[in-house]
């Protein structure tokens, strides 16, 4: 077609002919879900680090919250009426489901290298199905990748502050 896109089921040749391999074809399907998740989850991060200034100019401080609590201004995202100054973050990232991710993706705002910085922290909604990679960014706008594993959640859960180790396998993500 036009936009040159790849059947993701590979035809093999069998001694009864050529046919499909779809448990070939499945696998690559979900290798490029995942990927697309992951890119969707890397370019969500930029723009954290862009709502975060926009907030830091409102408010002279860093937001520690994504979504404003009902009636506040005290995150990145907020409903606004027509003509109002809209909220830093824009309402594509207001889940429509409480809990169901974006793009395959949990994220939270932690603590950054030190108490006055926030960074963030994605990491799959179902590592395997949704993801496989995690990441964190700090408002120097770099992102670091770890693949926490089957446990990514839990894992997760226990990071509270920016401090992406090699040992544990957090590399930079290259441009």
């Not at 907020?78 to 973050?89: A, D, K, R, V």
């Not at 199905?129 to 995690?134: A, I, N, Y």
Request: proline share 7%.
């Amino acid at each position: 077609g036009s936009e040159a896109w790849r059947l993701p089921v590979p035809i093999v040749k069998t001694s009864q002919g050529w046919r499909f391999d779809m448990a070939a074809g499945e696998e690559e399907i979900l290798t490029r879900a995942i990927g697309r998740n992951e890119l969707s989850a890397i370019a969500a991060m930029h723009a954290y680090i862009d709502a975060q200034q926009d907030y830091y100019q409102l408010n002279h401080r860093w937001a520690q919250k994504i979504i404003s609590s009902e009636g506040k201004k005290d995150g990145l995202y907020w409903p606004t009426s027509p003509g109002e100054t809209p909220s830093p973050l824009g309402p594509a990232f207001s889940p429509t489901e409480p809990g169901a991710g974006y793009h395959g993706y949990r994220f939270r705002i932690i603590a950054g290298r030190d108490d006055q910085d926030a960074a963030l922290l994605a990491w799959p909604v179902e590592w395997g199905e949704t993801g496989v990679m995690s990441f964190m960014i700090d408002l120097h706008d770099t992102v670091y990748q770890a693949n926490l594993g089957e446990e990514s959640a839990a894992k997760a859960q226990a990071i509270t502050r920016f401090a992406p180790d090699a040992d544990a396998g957090w590399q930079v993500v290259k441009p």
